[in-house]
């Protein structure tokens, strides 16, 4: 059996995952952001290596598919010259920082998440693969409803603070300071038992007092969509070619960023018209959730993304179409949950993936028929 089938993996560059296309390889560009010569030759790797098809996630970091096993070791070369892969096989497992895509050079939260970077070597050894670090040090916080275990954000007072995951309220934390707060509340975190939980939101130790505060975040703001700039990749999915192509269009200092929305952002306004693009805001594929589905995922028992799409313009809330239980589309509940179960679907109101079911082990015909789809 492949070394590269685990369940439970959290994959990047140095550990791939086995899916029922080939190896996952996930890149995690540094805040968010690839020059337009990163995203070129990134293009040219998936390509070459790979299927073609690219996948932005939730954490905003980019999954190249289908890449053999004989192929990886040559990829991961290409990956660190390009220094989208971080030498340190330990380093890249930990680096796992989420920042808002509208960051500015020297503005809170580019300074620290660069602070953060530059200390990965303080962070506990024992930190669970799926931590993550939130910087969200904007005037409104953007990234609100992103997993992170460990957050900064900017209070309500307008003060930064830190805050753990699953707590309503943080503290206020001095500038400057805000690295080795994050590092001590995981050494924290570690130390308190929270590896057995996973997660800081399912970690329920009481917080050290010089964690524990009352101020509350921001009201969240939304992410501005700027039309030939921002451009939606239905189900965060974009191939290779057409990712050239928008590179091409960019001057050489130019580049894009990375957001958790399945939305890419151009640093530099561009007017271009795809069928693998979207224009409008308002397109219903940006609120569907799908997982790669059967046959791309040896986890899944039923077909994802060509349902979502048929169900789509009927849905007013969220939809997620999942494989399986686990739940990688999105962790999160939505107005509508459809999970695969044993070739069939379980459709759940208002809960995540896995949920008990309204109703149960229907199939694709029953599906539709529910919701009026031809």
């Not at 289908?66 to 660190?80: K, Y």
Request: aromatic share 4%; hydrophobic share 45%.
């Amino acid at each position: 059996m492949s070394h590269f089938i685990r369940k439970g993996w959290c994959p990047d560059a140095w550990r791939p995952m086995m899916a029922g296309d080939g190896l996952l390889v996930r890149v995690k560009p540094r805040l968010g952001r690839l020059t337009r010569d990163q995203a070129l030759a990134l293009a040219d790797a998936a390509a070459t290596h790979g299927s073609g098809l690219i996948d932005m996630t939730r954490r905003a970091n980019l999954q190249l598919r289908g890449v053999s096993e004989s192929g990886w070791p040559v990829l991961l070369e290409r990956l660190l010259a390009l220094d989208l892969v971080d030498a340190d096989a330990d380093r890249e497992k930990r680096r796992n920082i989420l920042v808002p895509p509208i960051w500015r050079q020297g503005d809170d939260s580019h300074r620290i998440a660069c602070d953060l970077l530059a200390r990965l070597d303080e962070l506990p050894a024992a930190l669970p693969g799926k931590t993550g670090f939130v910087i969200d040090a904007g005037v409104a916080p953007l990234l609100h409803d992103q997993p992170g275990d460990f957050r900064i954000e900017r209070s309500d007072a307008g003060d930064l603070m830190l805050r753990a995951d699953g707590r309503s309220t943080g503290c206020a934390i001095t500038p400057g300071g805000e690295a080795e707060a994050l590092i001590a509340l995981a050494h924290w975190f570690v130390a308190s038992g929270g590896a057995a939980a996973g997660r800081m939101a399912r970690h329920d130790a009481p917080l050290p007092g010089w964690a524990t505060g009352t101020l509350r975040a921001a009201p969240a703001a939304i992410l501005p969509w700027r039309k030939g700039t921002s451009y939606g990749l239905p189900f965060g999915r974009i191939d290779a070619a057409l990712l050239a192509r928008l590179a091409a269009t960019l001057p050489p200092d130019s580049g894009f960023r990375t957001t958790p929305w399945r939305i890419l952002m151009l640093e530099t306004p561009v007017d271009m018209q795809d069928d693998g693009l979207l224009t409008d805001p308002a397109d219903p594929l940006l609120r569907i959730d799908a997982c790669p589905g059967q046959p791309a995922c040896a986890q899944a028992s039923v077909e994802t993304r060509d349902l979502a799409r048929h169900l789509a313009p009927l849905m007013a809330g969220r939809l997620h179409v999942s494989g399986c239980a686990k739940s990688c589309a999105s962790a999160a509940p939505a107005a509508v949950t459809l999970t695969g179960r044993d070739g069939r679907y379980d459709l759940a109101l208002d809960a995540p993936a896995g949920a008990p079911p309204l109703r149960a082990t229907l199939d694709r015909a029953a599906v539709l028929a529910h919701f009026g789809a031809a």
